[in-house]
């Protein structure tokens, strides 16, 4: 499976066979794609995290378990670097400056995925 999503990734980032204009439309189309895996990653991290023991003291009540707190700083994060991303492709509009941030989105949005497949394997706490 980690291969495959790799060799899709690269097909795509690395497909010449589109203008100058046309590539940026599919850049920022791939963009928007990478920030809607990124909220889904988010959501399910969340999930898998909630009323389970929290290791990070940020994201942990004061009984150590990852609750209203947690989720709020987590969403902090995203939403900050969503709207740092916006804010500088909206300043400068390029293909690859969309490539790059769908391509740190992705890598995030499977990290995050990855940490909630760990969650589950994880007892709640009594």
Same mark, same amino acid.
């Given at each position: 499976m980690v291969r495959a999503c790799l060799l899709l990734t690269a097909v795509l980032f690395c497909h010449p066979a589109y203008g100058q204009e046309g590539g940026e439309r599919w850049a920022? &189309?791939?963009?928007?794609?990478? !920030?809607?895996a990124l909220a889904a990653?988010?959501?399910?991290? @969340?999930q898998s995290s909630l009323g389970k023991r929290e290791v990070n003291g940020l994201l942990a009540n004061q *009984?150590?378990?990852?609750? %209203? *707190?947690?989720i709020g700083v987590k969403l902090a994060i995203a939403g900050a670097a969503i709207g740092t991303q916006q804010y500088f492709l909206h300043r400068h509009p %390029?293909?690859?400056?969309?490539?790059?941030? %769908?391509? @740190? /989105?992705?890598?995030?949005?499977g990290t995050?995925?990855? !940490? %909630? !497949?760990? /969650?589950?394997? /994880? &007892? /709640?706490? *009594?």
């Open positions: 920022k &189309r791939l963009w928007k794609a990478s !920030v809607a990653g988010s959501a399910v991290d @969340i *009984q150590g378990v990852f609750s %209203a *707190q947690g %390029a293909a690859s400056g969309y490539k790059t941030g %769908a391509l @740190i /989105n992705f890598a995030v949005a995050l995925g990855g !940490v %909630a !497949v760990h /969650n589950y394997g /994880n &007892r /709640n706490v *009594q």
